[in-house]
Every structure is written in C-alpha cells, then in structure tokens.
C-alpha cells in the first residue's frame, strides 16, 4: 500500500523551537498530504504539497518534498504549546482510488 | 468550512450485539470514509464510499459492514460486536477527486465489554 512511514515516533521540544518531522513512503506519487491530531479528536488537514513542487510555506509550516529520495519533511517554526499533537503524512498516488493511507504518526509534546 | 460528525463520542457495548456508527457530512462530499485507529498501529481503513449505495473494502473489512443510502450519510456496522473491536472509529470525507483533503470527524471511542 502508499503508506507513509513517519519519524521520530515522539518528539519533545521547548517552546520557541523548530520542530522537524519526517516522511518516507514507497512508491512514486501525485502529492503528499500532512495532517494533524490533537488528543481524542479526529485529523485536520495542514497542508499539501504536490509531485512537482519542492517546497511549501504555510504560516509557521513548511513542508519538503524530495520525491528522488521519496521523503517529506514537516518543519513547524517557532512551536507553542499549542502546537502538541500528533502529525500524520498521507502520500497519494492515483491508483490510490481516492484512498489514503497513514502511518502512526510523530507524537510532538511542546514544553511550555 | 465542513463539517463530519459522528453520532458518539463513548460508546460501551457488549460482545455479540450488533453496533451503528453514524456519521454525517455537510459539505456534499462525494467520498465517505470509516478507520479505526488503534495505538502503535495508525489509521486502518475499513471502508470506503464514492457514491450512494456504493462501498469499497479497505485494509481491514472483517466483521464489518457499511450503509449509504443518503450522499450525507455514511453509517458502519458491527455486525456482532467482539472484544478485538474495542477501537478509536473515525469518519472522513472529501470531494471526488482524489488529491483533495479529507475532513474529519472527532471519533467515537467504542468500547467492547
């Protein structure tokens, strides 16, 4: 399947920092989409970022997309508190038939 | 912006009976989606809707069926509920297209006793 593999698994970092998640999946794809989850609630979509792009800003996001190395990077600039929760990559090919398919997820815990 | 809910957020039921979750979208989005979500296992698709009256296995459809017989509507069932079924169930939906986000639901923890 076009699952993504996320990386770290948890990640705990001060307030005021970067953190930096990572992506890997398997095969070639349309686009790649980043998700987050707060505790006990569903997914919110952040940000997609497609085959042919390098690079995507949005607000203290950015994303990377290296599809030679078939990895994605989540970068969230300057985190809150606010900003725990876990993080999901969902990669997307065609053939997926409208399909995606998460990982675990990178569990990020934001000290205050 | 859209709106997924489902009809539970607890839910307790015992082995053997048979288990509605609801889930109904605003937004008249084509594609409906149910996963469960266990720990250290991510997101599992169970089922799949592009249209009314239309369905699609997932990854893990066993002991599992689905109902849409309304575009807003996307209802799973537990057909006889077992322990192995105790979960986090979240529904999705999203236009046709397949590139597009999906939205979802905040989950129903369902607990099998």
């Known amino acids: 399947s076009q699952q993504g593999e996320e990386d770290p698994q948890a990640l705990s970092i001060q307030e005021g920092e970067n953190a930096t998640m990572n992506c890997s999946y398997k095969t070639s794809i349309n686009n790649l989409q980043w998700y987050r989850q707060n505790s006990g609630r569903g997914l919110v979509h952040l940000i997609l970022i497609r085959s042919n792009e390098r690079e995507k800003h949005s607000g203290r996001l950015r994303v990377t997309l290296d599809t030679s190395k078939k990895s994605s990077s989540l970068l969230i600039t300057a985190s809150r508190a606010a900003d725990t929760a876990s993080y999901f990559c969902a990669p997307y090919a065609l053939y997926n038939f409208n399909k995606f398919y998460f990982g675990s997820g990178t569990k990020l815990n934001v000290k205050p | 912006d859209v709106k997924v809910t489902q009809s539970s957020r607890y839910l307790v039921k015992r082995t053997g009976e048979k288990v509605f979750l609801e889930c109904v979208q605003d937004?008249?989005?084509?594609?409906m989606f149910w996963y469960r979500q266990d720990p250290g296992l991510g997101l599992r698709l169970i089922y799949f809707?592009?249209?009314?009256?239309?369905?699609e296995k997932g990854d893990i459809p066993e002991g599992y069926s689905v109902s849409r017989e309304k575009k807003e509507r996307f209802s799973l069932i537990l057909e006889s509920a077992s322990t192995n079924q105790t979960s986090m169930y979240l529904c999705?939906?999203?236009?046709?297209?397949?590139?597009?986000?999906?939205?979802f639901g905040d989950g129903t923890r369902l607990s099998i006793l």
């Open positions: 999705a939906s999203s236009l046709r297209q397949g590139n597009q986000p999906q939205h």
């Open positions: 809707s592009y249209d009314v009256k239309m369905k």
């Open positions: 937004m008249d989005h084509e594609n």
